[in-house]
């Protein structure tokens, strides 16, 4: 034989060798082994059998560092352990050493105790003390795993008749419609085709009747604002360019004349919206005010001599901006203007301008620039308009707070210009509200695909045995479920405030669902969009593509923490809310009125804390609602005495309150939080308390306590530094936190299954 | 006079009224005094007037809660207030009490002490102390402000020449490049013109060298690697789809030539490669295995009749997915395949398999479907693949690990095929490192853009002074500037990781570099999505639009947190790297060799805490690099010695290690991130005090420190828990943060522009 060729390995015949099989193809196996470490493995063998020449030959030429096996002798090694295992009862349970033993007894040698002793040594000095070993060697093909996800413990279907609640009819039937091949998702199509395809099923949905669902029953409608808000959320697990274009309007270009119009231009005008007959503008932002909707820039200047306002863009920042239905079917606009009557001017108003022709022509004095192409809701045709000297009558101001009349007597119930802007933008809350409740059902959709993958799709395991399905590791449990407990959160505090808003028109009461709205679109549409996010990399690539909705949910969804008000301002505005205890008008932004709440807000203190409580730590109390709650209401009030009296200080000193709220933006911001989490919390708490099946509350205590203490830890940082929590409780949280996954996770499927997505609206089945 | 028409409220013109004016007219303005309020400042004012009975009265008509003024009349008001104003100087910093005076006394009226005293009252009762309510009066339009960003402190040109480093040519030569008007973004176009435009581009650039720069010189290339990553990092400031098609390439399809072949291999492929003229896949993920590469089920079976391979996909779900250039363009494919000798599995191994003839039609036995729509990188054909017994010559396998001889000998120098798998995919971490450096790449155009969004757009702004940038509000600065300065830590941890893959090529070392990539990939991409998401959101409207860039950047960098490695699985690795001490291959996911590192890792106590430092809160502390370094890395050391603890705790107590590890998952990751952090700190404090330039230094000093301590701030739930921070510690450092971002806020634009990024691949010019 040639040095060239050294002889080959052959797997030892010999039964006193057998024992040894299995350790010394895991030696090589291993492939972390140094040439000092196998050297160890040698000599302890070699000891093991130094009175047997031949044996001790045999492996010392399978454990030579200097020559290691070739992979078809280490191959050769595992097939013949492979050969004999098969006679053995449970060999795959065995321990290295202990399947070693059996071989050799299998060909009718007992080890002695020294040869015992010395495989146990080994099996020690390569760290292998347990059974996976001999599993891993066994059996290395996986069995595919059987679908056998656990069944729900709670009535489904129950459940989702409670989210449904009183318009359940309306979104069964809308859930049906959705679900026709014409409402079909359509993958990569370009701008014009999704804008001509959006407005042809919005058509559809027109002739359904959704449309008119808000308007008075004079008009042919069904008088019902929250029936087009419970529809909004319903086509919001739909194609979200629909259902913007829907909401601009019916809800936008259409309320603003419900809200602000009086009977004349609900008769003249709301039949023809409520058909799509009649294609509308929401005219409000312009290129240089977006937020600042107060200072905006466009002037509607009254002429007595003809009767007519005169609708004008003063310069380029003026134009207005983002305008849906603006570059394609809008044929007129509802455009809010700074009214100018005999030289004076009275702030923003809004009155109606036609701005196309029946061919879809812009009208004279009229300019049209289209937005192009967007991240998302490319169905949606968002335009620029600039108006010069545009014309329209008296008559198509919306006079429900003022009016000018044909002398040019400007008249209205409200004295002062800034509270009569925020009752006119109040009563156009219904929006706010609906995008609330949009980016909680996209939320939705997004756990909805992400949590039945995730109980599919397997990837690694223990040797031997299946793949383990993603929702059972701790961290993808920890990526889905506390957002689930959130989602449903959410949906009970949504539900709430659409009930409230309701029942409050005209009210006082008002102010308060108004800071509500703010606050919640902020959270909702920010937990949208985070959701959304984890749930497309939860579903790793197949997240990416179309066909299984991430991309748009993510694309077309993305701007909903920015319309409808953006949501860092939205929160400002909750914090000023609660400066001023709701008794005032809070949006505005001047703060002129701020200053005179500080001095008596300042002055309350939070409760003290018992120091028992701050380290009480067993899974009773961390799961009682009292204590839940109490935290998130201590911080809430510890967060508005001190911002009180941070305010104080700074407007005592002299301060400007801009500058003094601008000082203290991150504190409010933080308190608007706050403020939102604890009443999340608590609505969702009570809806849970109120559920008649026990089995369906069982379920939902777990994720409210799941909600509520993820929301503790998140901010554990703000409550131990406050002295709220000690260390060890804070531990003990993150450590309930992880146990509430672990209780959710077998529920997860059904808790999403609640939700009533129809499948067709749902992702493609992802291959695994 | 009819009872119906009150009769007009006309300013009082008596100057002994002058005094009451303004304050009369804020008391309406406010719109949120309630009737009570007006009926209390209403009597004050009567006890000022009570001896002078015209005055009383006028006064009374005025503020009559049961009549308020008209909105006319109010008006008027004010443009009497503003007629008499303009003689005094100074008048918009009065308060509104000595505004009243003023303009009595230009009057020749002078209010005597009882009425000065009953005007400040009334003043202090609206809550008005200040100055601001008089310029809100006097100044209602605000002037456009001027563009008056601060300059630079420090070179900038000198910054981007120290970012460029060693490659700054090339870098300067592909700016230059992708600036030219063939390369200009289009936006909106459907999938083929994409792809079309793509595989355009990716050959104008192949012309100019870019494809050969890490080839051999004997095949025409640069020979070096870290050319074409230095390529890849620039090219993300541009299109992502054609930085994805130039990546599969050049890096991966070229790559695995380069670096799984031998020289035949390089000189029989690689010229065409390098030219575009042998497009090419990376055929590794399948259907059913993206992650758990090493259990891929694509067979190579050696038919040693015909001495060819033959190449088969068992089942659907070991189709070959999600592969770049297969579904349009590519010719050949690297394919990753279990292979088969005579009877063995040798694990999985590369092999070069064509797909599709001269004419672009796939070849027979081969099957391509095309992925379709995905949420971004459109421009990338990405496809499946399936074989059905494809044969190719022995020679096609890859073979610098493994070969089979003609007799259909298998042979390898490495025994187990755990280490061989590990080894071969090791050398392709070029690919995770290319990656890591263009999600940076991504982060830092969305903060030019962003930055430059913020220091332009205004929005709000106290009375009578100009809207404020929004870069001004301490929350936007938060939004931006915390990222700005963990982009720059990435720059130089990167540029780190760089050096280190060139200088490791074959050592011991490069175990360690494989961790680091895999750390710094997965932290450098989430951070890229965050740092986009949250740079949309901060430019509004405006960030929605196309032409914005957001839209792309987003869409197309979202999968980078799941490519080239799912970011949660490359932090797995990372701790499993921590937990061996590197000494060993960390990849083997069943675990084998962790449980005999752990006995010792367990022992490892973490330094005692000094009391002292617990509680040290001044700013020379705070910012001290030796609190910072030491706070990060005390945080991986506890981290590291308790996760082996309780590994340990558990196999020691007979638990499956797989199962170990997944129940320590969290702990693992929370570990993977800490040592991420305290790396990139560590790398970045290097870089910043190497810097020669004085001043520049001295700005990133301050962008070192908000690294550090945003980075504690946001884990300071966890700091506390484990007694690191006290309470007050904590509030001291985000306060320090708070501060640390105001003092880089005037740097920020001179920060951005030294990335370096051509004015042709950011945003349009975005109108404000």
Known sequence: MSPDAPPTLAPPTDPRL???????????????????????????????????????????????????????????????????????????????????????????????????????????????????PARRILEPIRPMPEEEEAGARFDVGGLTRRLDGRHRELRQRLRRILSRPEFAYEYGLGREEQRARTLRLAKRLAEEGIGALSFPAEVGGGGDLTAFIAAFETMAFHDHSLLVKMGVQFGLFGGSILQLGTEGHHRRFLPRVATLELPGCFAMSETGHGSNVQELETVARYDAATGELVVTTPHARARKDYIGNAARDGRMATVFAQLEVEGESYGVHALLVPIRDERGEPLPGVTIEDCGEKMGLNGVDNGRLSFDGVRVPRENLLDRFASVDESGRYTSPITSASKRFFVMLGTL??????????????????????????????????????????????????????????????????????????????????????????????????????????????CGGQGYLAENRFASLKADTDVFTTFEGDNTVLLQLVAKGLLSGYRKQFHDLTLLGLARYLAGRAAITVAELNPVVTRLRDEAHLRDRGFQTGALLWREEHLLSSLARRLKTRIDGGGDPFDALSECQTHALALAKAHVESTVLERFAAAVAGLEDAATREVLERLCDLYALSRIESDRGWFQEHGYLEGGKAKAIRDQVDRLCAEVRPQAVPLVNAFGIPPALLAAPIAL
Chains 1, 2 share one sequence.
């Open 18 to 132: 057998a024992a040894y099989l299995p350790l010394i193809y895991v030696a090589w196996a291993d492939g972390e082994l140094t040439d000092d470490e196998i050297r160890t493995i040698c000599d302890r063998l070699a000891t093991a059998s130094d009175d047997d020449p031949p044996c001790r030959q045999a492996l010392a030429g399978w454990l030579d560092p200097e020559r290691p096996p070739t992979p078809s002798e280490h191959r050769r090694l595992l097939r013949r352990i492979r050969e004999l295992a098969p006679d053995l009862p449970d060999a795959a349970d065995l321990s290295l050493a202990e399947l070693g033993l059996e071989l050799a007894e299998t060909l009718g040698h007992r080890p002695g105790e020294r040869e015992r002793a010395a495989i146990a040594q080994v099996q020690e000095a390569l760290g292998l003390g347990d059974a996976e």
């Open 429 to 538: 809350v219904g929006g706010r509200v609906s995008v609330a409740l949009a980016g909680n059902s996209a939320a939705k959709s997004a756990l909805a695909i992400a949590v039945r993958y995730a109980v599919r799709r397997r990837q690694f395991g223990p040797g031997g045995r299946p793949e383990r399905a993603l929702l059972d590791y701790p961290s993808h449990q920890r990526r889905l479920l506390p957002r689930l407990a959130t989602t449903y959160a959410l949906h009970f505090a949504l539900e709430h405030l659409v009930q409230r808003y309701a029942d409050s028109a005209g009210s006082e009461d008002r102010r308060e669902v108004e800071t509500l709205a703010a606050g919640l679109k902020a959270y909702s549409t920010w937990h949208a969009t985070d959701t959304i996010q984890e749930g497309r990399e939860a």
